[in-house]
Antibody, heavy 119, light 104 residues
Framework: QVQLVQSGAEVKKPGASVKVSCKASGYTFSNYAMHWVRQAPGQRLEWMGWIKADNGNTKTSQKFQGRVTFTRDTSASTVYMEMRSLGSEDTAVYYC????????????WGQGTLVTVSS | DIQMTQSPSSLSASVGDRVTITCQASQDINNYLHWYQQKPGKVPKLLIYDASNLETGVPSRFSGSGSGTDFTFTISSLQPEDIATYYCQQYDNVFGPGTKVEIK
């Protein structure tokens, strides 16, 4: 079955960077884009962007442009989200998610990675 | 950018009640609207895709309707396990603010 497994929780200081991984299994990795969504404590889901697994093309929400980079390693069926210049407002759970083959809805989600930014 | 409004922001209903949540887009999004359930501390789960299609394995008490700018999500008979926050999402990936559903 389709599965997305993310890296573990991170604690970072303000101004630092974080890189979160999402390893895919159960399907042909290059056939689907991977989306990233975050959720700050008590807040709504916030879409960050996507990366196409076949060619590495990306689209980033305007809010995160210039501060977030999406990459992938096709040999490892893994995508990465790197965020720079972290602030306390970036404390959140970060999810990777994949659309279904029959819809653009996010049918499969990673388990989430908590990133805590604190001095 | 397409904006999404969702109402109510929260509701309290009794077990067995019919619950309705609405989501409105700032412009026509055809039927590209999805509904998710998120239980506290859990990963979001797709319930309804493309406005009215029930995701595999989701109980039939959940349903969705609408097209264009106005959409409705319904739980026909609220169950205790339905306590969660429900989000709509439009095709450009913007999520609504969510509706928290509680048991009265």
């Amino acid at each position: 079955q389709v599965q997305l497994v993310q890296s573990g929780a991170e604690v970072k200081k303000p101004g630092a960077s974080v890189k979160v991984s999402c390893k895919a299994s159960g399907y042909t990795f290059s056939n689907y884009a991977m989306h990233w969504v975050r959720q700050a404590p008590g807040q709504r889901l916030e879409w960050m962007g996507w990366i196409k697994a076949d060619n590495g093309n990306t689209k980033t929400s305007q809010k995160f442009q210039g501060r977030v980079t999406f990459t992938r390693d096709t040999s490892a069926s893994t995508v990465y989200m790197e965020m720079r210049s972290l602030g306390s407002e970036d404390t959140a759970v970060y999810y990777c998610a994949r659309v279904g083959g029959y819809t653009y809805g996010f049918s499969t989600w990673g388990q989430g990675t908590l990133v805590t930014v604190s001095s | 950018d397409i904006q999404m409004t969702q109402s109510p922001s929260s509701l309290s209903a009794s077990v067995g009640d019919r619950v309705t949540i609405t989501c409105q887009a700032s412009q026509d999004i055809n039927n590209y609207l999805h509904w998710y359930q998120q239980k506290p501390g859990k990963v979001p789960k797709l319930l309804i895709y493309d406005a009215s299609n029930l995701e595999t394995g989701v109980p039939s008490r959940f349903s969705g309707s609408g097209s264009g700018t106005d959409f409705t999500f319904t739980i026909s008979s609220l169950q205790p396990e339905d306590i969660a926050t429900y989000y709509c999402q439009q095709y450009d990936n913007v999520f609504g603010p969510g509706t928290k559903v509680e048991i009265k």
